[in-house]
């Protein structure tokens, strides 16, 4: 079975930094071109980021260039978003996806874990 479980998550102030991370299971994880992406309330979704398997390679959107890092550790099969200086406009779900190869579409996608930036 096929799991991507996000945890991290949570009511946190402005400026301060949070790490998000991702089990993943059922698939060939170090093999797997990995992305976050997430949803502002009562908003589409929103690519973040995007890592290739190696961790060599990664990409971001560009209002959260300089504040946030993707990465991964192959060996725990986990994919993590470090976000530093949060703003209150990072609040939304965030969702870690398998990429599906020559495609800008997911395969997979975890059940989400809610970040709240506010004072």
């Known amino acids: 079975e096929v799991q991507l479980v996000e945890s991290g998550g949570g009511l946190v102030q402005p400026g301060g930094s949070t790490r998000l991370s991702c089990v993943a299971s059922g698939f060939t994880f170090s093999t797997s071109t990995m992305s976050w992406v997430r949803q502002a309330p009562g908003k589409g979704l929103e690519w973040v980021s995007h890592i290739n398997s190696g961790g060599g390679d990664t990409v971001y959107l560009d209002s959260v260039k300089g504040r946030f890092t993707i990465s991964r550790d192959n060996a725990k099969n986990t994919l993590y978003l470090q976000m530093n200086s949060r703003k209150p406009e990072d609040t939304a779900v965030y969702y870690c996806?398998?990429?599906?190869?020559?495609?800008?579409?997911?395969?997979?996608w975890g059940q989400g874990t809610q970040v709240t930036v506010s004072s």
């Open positions: 996806a398998k990429d599906r190869r020559f495609s800008s579409e997911y395969d997979y």
